[in-house]
C-alpha cells in the first residue's frame, strides 16, 4: 500500500462488480492502480480527492465487439441511416456537389429494409456524374457503387463470380452496383490502402467519442486484411496515435484471417500460420495488445447472407452462403489454435454456428490447450443444441443487444416467426453458465453503451415489438456484461471488468445507478466523467 494516493473518488455509490464485495462508497488510485476500495472515508490521504456526491462510479464500459477506425472513418462520410431512398439519394447528390469530378463520395449506414430497397448504380450515375460512389451498408457486409467504379473494377454488362461473394445483378443480368460480402474487396483495391495518418486520425476522433460514453476499453473487431480491414499495417495506425499521445482508450487487435500467412518455422514448434516473427495472441501491453484472429464464417443476417440450415423467409432459393469452403475454414481456425491464437469466428447463421463449433472441438481434441478462450462473434441465429455444445466448449458467444432496437425489425423479417426465439441470445447463455460480454458491433449500430444496456434489459425494436423477448436479463446482468463480461471475454478478467485493488483504475461516473431506476431511463443517463489508467480523461462537470 503507497503512502499517498494519486486520485480518491469518495461518497459515491460504487457498483465493483466484485461478488465478494458489490458495493462500496470510495475507491484510492496510486500508479494507474486500484489500490483501496472502502465502505466508509479511506484510511489513505490523497493529492487529488474528487466528492462523487452520490454519483455512481463503476468499472470503465468495455465494448467486447466494436470496429473503431471503422467508426472514426464514418465521422467524415455521408451519413446514410435514413428512412427513404429519396433521402438518401438527396444526401449522396449534396456531398457530390461538394465533390470535385473524378473523386469519391462515400457515404455509410444506410439499411435497405428501412429505406425499402437498395441504392441503383443508375440513380447514382444520375445524382453524381463523374463522381466515383461508394455506399456502404450499415452490417458492413455490403456496398453499392455506381458505373464509374464498376468500370474501374472491369464489371461491365455482366458480373463475374467471387468465391464467398456476389456481384449482385438484375433480371437481365446486368449488374446494380450491390457487392456482397468478399465481392467488397474488389473496391478496396481501388481504395486501400489508406494513409496511415488517415487511420491514426479516425481512431483519435473514435477515441475522443468513447470517453464521453464512459469507454475505457474495446476490442478492434477485425484489421490488417480482408474486406474489413484498412490497411496491411493498421495496427501501426494505434501505435501511431499512442506515441502522440492520442490514444485515450484501451484496445485489442483482433487480426483478421487473411493477414496470418505461412511462417516455415520449426514443425515442432506448431506455428505453421501466424504473423510474422511469430507475434500471436497477447503480444502488446495494457493500452494495445494483440487479441484474436478474426475469421469470418458468413455474412449478414439483415443482409441476408449469413449461412443458414433452411432458407430465409419468403426466398426458397436462399439460405446465405459460408464466406470459404467449410473444410478451409476449418484448417485454417485449427492451425491458429495451434499456433497459439485465441480465435473469434463470426458466425451469424446456425450453419455458420456449426461449422465454427465444430472447428473449435476439432481443435481442442487435436492440439489441447488450457482455457484456449475462443470466441464467436454475435452468434445470432442459435439452435438450443448449439448453445449447449457452447457452454461445453466453453466459447464465449459474444451477441450484439443494440441490434434489438436498431435492426430488429428486419432481422425478424428475415428470418420469420419460426425461428425468433433464437435470435441474439443474452438469458440462455447465462443460464448455461457462460459469461456474457457486451458489445455494439459500431458503426453498425449506436455504440454507446447505456444505449446497448437498454436493448439487453428492453428487448424491444424500433417499431416496438417485442425482440424475442423472453432472452431479456436484468440491468445488473447487462451492466456486468459491459464491464466483467467483456473483460472475460479479452481473458483480461484479472486487470479490468471490476473495482478490486490491484486492477487497472478505468472507471465510468454516471449521474444515476443504471439498476435501479426503471429500464425506460437506462439510455438517458449521463455519464458525467471517464477515468483511464487512474487520470480523468473526460470530465463533465464532477470536478
Known sequence: MPSAADLLL???????????????????????????????????SGTNAVDLKGATLIPGFHDAHNHLIGFGLTLTEVDLRVASLDELYQRVAGRARETPAGEWVVGSGYDQTKTGGHPHRAALDAIAPGRRVWLKHTSGHMCVVNSLVLADLGIGDSAPRIDGGRVATDDAGRPTGLLEERAQELVGELTRPYPLATLADAVVSAGQQYLKEGITSVTEAGVGGGWIGHSPVEL???????EQGRLYIRVELMVISDALHSLGAHPGDGMDLGLDLGLRTGFGDDWLR??????????????????????????????GYLQADAAELTATIVAAHRAGWRVAAHA??????????????????????PDPRHRIEHFAVARPDQVIRASELKVVAVPQGRFATELGDGMMAAIGPRRRSWLYRQRSLLEAGLVLPGSSD??????????????MVSRRTASGAPYNAGEAITADQALRAYTYGSAYASKAEHLKGSIEPGKLADFAVLSEDPTAVGSDRIAGLQVLATVVDGEIRYDAGLT
Open 442 to 455: 459500431r458503426p453498425v449500430v449506436a455504440g454507446a453503451p447505456l444505449l446497448g444496456i437498454h436493448d
Open 290 to 319: 494483440l487479441g484474436p484472429m478474426k475469421i469470418f464464417t458468413d455474412g449478414s443476417l439483415i443482409g441476408r447472407t449469413a449461412a443458414m440450415s433452411a432458407p430465409f423467409a419468403g426466398q426458397r432459393d436462399n439460405s
Open 236 to 242: 501501426a495506425a494505434y501505435q501511431t496515435a499512442r
Open 348 to 369: 451469424i447463421g446456425d450453419r455458420a454456428i456449426d461449422l465454427a463449433l465444430d472447428a473449435f472441438e476439432a481443435a481442442a481434441a487435436r492440439y489441447p490447450k
Open 10 to 44: 469518495v461518497n459515491g455509490n460504487v457498483l465493483t462488480m466484485d461478488l465478494v464485495r458489490p458495493r462500496a462508497r470510495a475507491v484510492a488510485v496510486a500508479g494507474g492502480r486500484i489500490v483501496g476500495v472502502y465502505d466508509g472515508k479511506p484510511d489513505i
